[in-house]
């Protein structure tokens, strides 16, 4: 079973730049999380997706956004880059979500000139 | 108190020794724990979840969960070279619409 595929890896942008992140999950599973993760802050919740609706959400500003598509990929969205948002974002799919076993993708690393 | 707190290391043990780490949580009705291990430059990777007090053992693995003092711990038996990674502990905090909320982790560093 292929595991959780997150594009790109590696991007590099521009203060004031917005960019988008995309994740798989693994095939049947409906969930996706997004986290960033910083030396300083650790891992972050961003947000949770279910069956295309958001169902949770961290304390980020509206800068930060996502969706999921009725085949369970998702995407997040950063817009009007600020160089703090240099981090590497992981998402996670899970069966169902809530406390389900979560299993993280590569990531994608994020690095904001 | 910090949600889920974790020192962050770096904890040096010696090859073969057991290996402690400990997370504390500030939620008193959480359900679920889990401990991630993360190499550097890799993602987070699920060693073991306990949802119930008292021990669970998988492999050289144990985590202890003690709900009435609100800590949970991961000990290592015999540990190896290889262990050596940034270990996180997650909890479900129901204070805060059941989100998983990470400790910043513990650096472990097994001396050959």
């Known amino acids: 079973k292929a595991g959780v595929t997150q594009t790109p890896r590696y991007l590099i942008k521009t203060r004031g730049q917005q960019v988008t992140l995309s994740c798989s999950p693994i095939?049947?599973?409906?969930?996706v999380s997004w986290y960033q993760q910083t030396p300083g802050q650790g891992l972050q919740f961003l947000f949770e997706y279910f069956s295309e609706t958001q169902r949770n959400k961290g304390n980020f500003p509206g800068r930060f956004s996502g969706r999921q598509f009725s085949n369970s990929r998702s995407e997040m969205n950063v817009s009007t880059l600020e160089l703090g948002d240099s981090a590497l974002y992981l998402c996670a799919s899970t069966l169902t979500g809530g406390t389900d076993t979560q299993y993280f993708g590569p990531g994608t690393r994020l690095t904001v000139l | 108190q910090k949600e889920v707190e974790q020192n962050s290391g770096p904890l040096s043990v010696p090859e073969g020794a057991i290996a402690s780490l400990n997370c504390t949580y500030s939620d008193r009705v959480s359900q679920s724990f889990f401990w991630y291990r993360q190499y550097s430059g890799k993602s987070p990777e699920l060693i073991m979840s306990?949802?119930?007090?008292g021990d669970k053992e998988d492999g050289r693995f144990t985590a202890q969960l003690n709900k009435a003092s609100q800590y949970v711990s991961l000990l290592i038996r015999d540990s190896q070279p290889s262990d050596s990674a940034t270990y996180l502990c997650a909890v479900n905090l129901m204070n805060r619409d059941d989100k998983i909320i990470f400790g910043k982790g513990t650096r472990l560093h097994i001396l050959p």
């Open positions: 306990i949802y119930s007090n």
């Open positions: 095939s049947g599973h409906r969930s």
